[in-house]
C-alpha cells in the first residue's frame, strides 16, 4: 500500500478533528439545565484535546510533503452531532458525540493499517496515540450515557 492511501486517511482525520472541535463547542454553548453541566465542561476539555489531534495530523501531512484540507474541501459529516433542536437535550449530545468518537476510533484504526502496510512507523504511532486518547473520550461518554438513559 502507498503512502497516498495513507495522507488520504490523515487529511479525512484532519477533517473530523476540525468538524469535531466546531459541533462540541456548538453543544458546549447552546446546552441548557444543570445537569447540561458536566457534559459541557467535557467537552470543553475536549476540544483542546481534538484541537491538538488535527495539529499533530496537520504536521505530519506536511512532513509527508502533503498539506492538510481547508475549509473549500471540507464536507460535513456529522449529522448526528449537530445542536439538539430542545437545547435540554443532553442525551442526543452524547448520543452524537459516541457516534463521532466511533467514527474516529475506526478512521484511527484503518490509519494504523494504512501506516503498517505503508511502512510508515511515525504515522502507525502517531495514529496509536490519538486512537488511544478517542477510546476514553468514547469510555468516558458511555458513563454519560447509562447516567442519563438510567434517569
Not at 84 to 108: H, K, M, Q, R
Request: hydrophobic fraction near 35%.
Amino acid at each position: 500500500m502507498s503512502t497516498d492511501r495513507v495522507i488520504e486517511i490523515l487529511r479525512k482525520a484532519y477533517s473530523d478533528e476540525i468538524e469535531t472541535v466546531m459541533n462540541y463547542q456548538t453543544n458546549a454553548i447552546v446546552l441548557d439545565g444543570v445537569r447540561a453541566e458536566e457534559i459541557k465542561e467535557s467537552l470543553k476539555q475536549d476540544i483542546q484535546e481534538e484541537l491538538a489531534h488535527a495539529e499533530q495530523l496537520g504536521q505530519r501531512l506536511k512532513q509527508l510533503d502533503a498539506r492538510p484540507p481547508g475549509s473549500s474541501e471540507f464536507t460535513a459529516r456529522q449529522d448526528s452531532l449537530q445542536p439538539p433542536e430542545d437545547s435540554t437535550d443532553v442525551l442526543a449530545v452524547i448520543n452524537g458525540v459516541l457516534d463521532a468518537e466511533e467514527d474516529a476510533i475506526a478512521t484511527y484504526r484503518d490509519l494504523i493499517d494504512a501506516a503498517k502496510e505503508a511502512n510508515d512507523p511515525v504515522t502507525e504511532d502517531l495514529a496509536v496515540t490519538i486512537l488511544a486518547e478517542e477510546e476514553a473520550h468514547l469510555t468516558e461518554f458511555r458513563g454519560f450515557q447509562k447516567e442519563y438513559q438510567d434517569d
